[in-house]
């Protein structure tokens, strides 16, 4: 059983930055596969940012535009998601998650509650 918390999220202006934070339980945290997902009001969940175990190799969707790093601290059993240039469209429900090295929702076994980020014009 793996638990993720997330935490971070908040309201802020267009152009602003936050950095998300995911804790996972689990002695094994070096080896999971982790990820971040969003879900905006009346959308579905779509896929944000993955990264594997060593964090040597990330993804990110297209909509980062090279605005979002996610990195993992694993003495720490954290990832980051770190949100520069914010804009309205960002406003989502973000989810960490673990599984498969992958950009589906079905390839996470693990979802964290989520954390509500806002961006306001």
């Known amino acids: 059983q793996v638990q993720l918390v997330e935490s971070g999220g908040g309201l802020v202006q267009a152009g602003d930055s936050l950095r998300l934070s995911c804790a996972a339980s689990?002695?094994?945290?070096?080896?999971?596969?982790m990820a971040w997902f969003r879900q905006a009001p009346g959308k579905e969940r779509e896929f944000v940012a993955n990264?594997?175990?060593?964090?040597?190799?990330?993804k990110y969707a297209d909509f980062v535009e090279g605005r979002f790093s996610i990195s993992r601290d694993n003495a720490k059993n954290t990832v980051y998601l770190q949100m520069n240039n914010l804009k309205p469209e960002d406003t989502a429900v973000y989810y960490c998650?673990?599984?498969?090295?992958?950009?589906?929702?079905?390839?996470?076994?693990?979802w964290g509650q989520g954390t509500q980020v806002t961006v306001s014009t």
């Open positions: 998650a673990t599984g498969r090295l992958a950009t589906t929702e079905n390839a996470y076994r693990y």
């Open positions: 689990g002695r094994t945290f070096s080896t999971y596969t």
């Open positions: 990264i594997n175990w060593s964090g040597s190799t990330t």
